[in-house]
């Protein structure tokens, strides 16, 4: 069975305290791991798809990398305003209806 | 401007008293799927529809049902429900091929009592 794990659960970070957020997988085939910002009482936001190891992306502040077994999402010098939570999920290739496995995110608070 | 839209946002209802929520997407996108989102559980897939008049069952599906007769609406409906199924429901929408963005609707809080 797919398992995503993310770790830490929470994280209180002060601004200007890069860090690092983990997501571990175990799929037998990878075709895509996704990362998503969820502000409280919203829905998730795309934030960034890898679909191999060694592939990293970047958006601001923050930086997604790749490996063949996890995911790491960087904040860089984090702002208050990158308080949230933030979720991977993994699709399995020839899943059914292609579908995402969600973990159960890590909570970030950056304190000014 | 692109959107899924879920209706209605907060609601409380009595066990066994049927209710539908409305998810709507305006990205002609063919795939749609609901989730719940439960502390501790994060987010489960309940059912998911590849087209129209296409449903199958996600992770969790007791207790629910869809329908999906046009292609941009896609409602769950909760026949008789229980309080195991108060929770946060999220609508999804994306294309059906390759690896798509997929987008999520702003959630609808549901209390059973």
């Known amino acids: 069975e797919d398992q995503v794990t993310q770790s830490p659960e929470a994280l209180r970070l002060q601004e200007g305290e890069s860090s690092s957020l983990n997501c571990s997988y175990t799929?037998?085939?990878?075709?895509?791991l996704f990362w998503y910002r969820q502000d409280p009482g919203k829905g998730p936001e795309f934030l960034f798809t890898l679909y191999s190891a060694g592939e990293e992306k970047e958006k601001e502040r923050l930086k997604a990398t790749l490996t063949k077994k996890e995911s790491f999402l960087h904040i860089t010098a984090p702002k208050p305003e990158d308080s949230a939570t933030y979720l991977c999920a993994v699709q399995e290739s020839g899943a059914a209806g292609n579908k995402l496995t969600f973990g159960g995110g890590t909570r970030v608070l950056v304190k000014p | 401007e692109a959107q899924v839209t879920q209706n209605p946002r907060y609601l409380i209802t009595v066990t066994g008293k049927k209710l539908t929520v409305t998810c709507s997407q305006n990205m002609n996108h063919e795939y749609m799927s609901w989730y719940r989102q439960d502390p501790g559980l994060g987010l489960r897939q309940i059912y998911y529809s590849m087209n129209v008049e296409v449903t199958d069952k996600g992770d969790v599906p007791e207790g629910y049902k869809v329908s999906r007769k046009e292609k941009r609406n896609f409602p769950l409906i909760l026949e008789s429900p229980s309080p195991n199924q108060t929770s946060l429901y999220f609508c999804a929408s994306r294309r059906t091929h390759g690896l798509e963005t997929q987008y999520f609707g702003p959630g609808t809080r549901l209390l059973v009592l």
């Open positions: 799929v037998s085939g990878l075709r895509g």
